[in-house]
């Protein structure tokens, strides 16, 4: 480990905030973040509620004690908020303000393409060094191979499956469960697999109504009595009631159910996957300030940290495993 004690910092005084939708883990990063900081004799401020806590001056010193116990906390304690005011160039101007009044030469922004979008431009306008932490439970973020907050989602997705699935063989039903994700199908695909989904519908395959019968009708040739389907959010084919009822038409026979898991996805307290990653990557963004990094991502690839520019991020994203899907399909015999 570098020791930065014995070199100047790139950085004296890091504001930190989560913005956009909550993410398990958010404070396990926050906790990293703002011990990682004291360790290295840097000042620390905590910002609440994202983007409108930088332009309504809701800034609060943070030291080690500031973030005790709450490793193990789903959601943020600092708050998230989705903020139209900083959209305005007024309202980035106040921010400005407001960092320069604090002495706020670097921001860490844990959040998704939304927060990144806005650290990129408040950099590019005001010159205050950004870097970024992906939490967001859709694992989309290009630059990290997990976002966090996923791995929660995840687990959380698998076990209410599994005990949708007990009800679906207790009275050979057929349920339609729906999992987060408005453009990205990872929970879908890895919960669908990991519970023995007899379809997986997600945004990023054109699927059909063909398909999705011809799935149902080589169930009933294998002896199945009972089926689950997991559908992402973003699914193209239509919404989940949609299909659902276009299933019932077609198998008049098949009784169905519709089950929206919604946003117990996004909370509880986060696995111990993500609360490793929040941890390295909160470490990560602080050191990248440090070394003089700026207006990039910290992330880990192939168990490395990495730092990917904030553009690139934004713009690529992660992509489905085309041997998962192809999983999906034999598995699902």
Known sequence: MINFKMKES???????????GD???????????????????????????????LIHDDFIKMGPRSVKN????????????????????????????????????????IGGDGTFTG???????FGIKVIGVPGTIDNDIFGTDNTIGYDTALNTAMEAIDKIRDTATSHNRVFF?????????FIALNSGIATGAVEILIPERKDSLEDLFGAFIKAQNAGKTSSVVVVAEGEKLGNIYDISKATKEKFPDYDIRVTVLGHIQRGGSPSCADRVLASRLGYGAV???????????????????????????????????????????????
């Open 10 to 20: 790139a950085v004296k005084t890091i504001g930190v905030f989560t913005s956009g």
């Open 23 to 53: 993410a398990p883990g958010m404070n396990a990063a926050l906790r990293a973040v703002v011990r990682t900081a004291s360790y290295y004799n840097l000042t620390c401020y905590g910002i609440r509620e994202g983007y409108n806590g």
């Open 70 to 109: 709450i490793i193990n906390q789903g959601g943020t304690i600092l708050r998230s908020a989705r903020s139209l005011e900083f959209k305005t160039p007024e309202g980035r101007k106040t921010a400005y303000d407001n960092c320069v009044k604090h002495g706020i030469d670097a921001l860490v922004c």
């Open 119 to 125: 650290a990129k431009i408040f950099n590019e306008e």
């Open 177 to 185: 469960v729906e999992v987060m994700g408005r453009d990205a199908g």
């Open 287 to 333: 050191v990248g300030l440090m070394e003089g990094q700026n207006k990039v991502m910290a992330g880990l690839q192939s168990n490395q940290l990495i730092y990917t520019p904030i553009e690139e991020a934004i713009k690529k994203h992660n992509e489905i495993d085309q041997d998962l899907l192809k999983i999906s399909e034999i598995l699902a015999i």
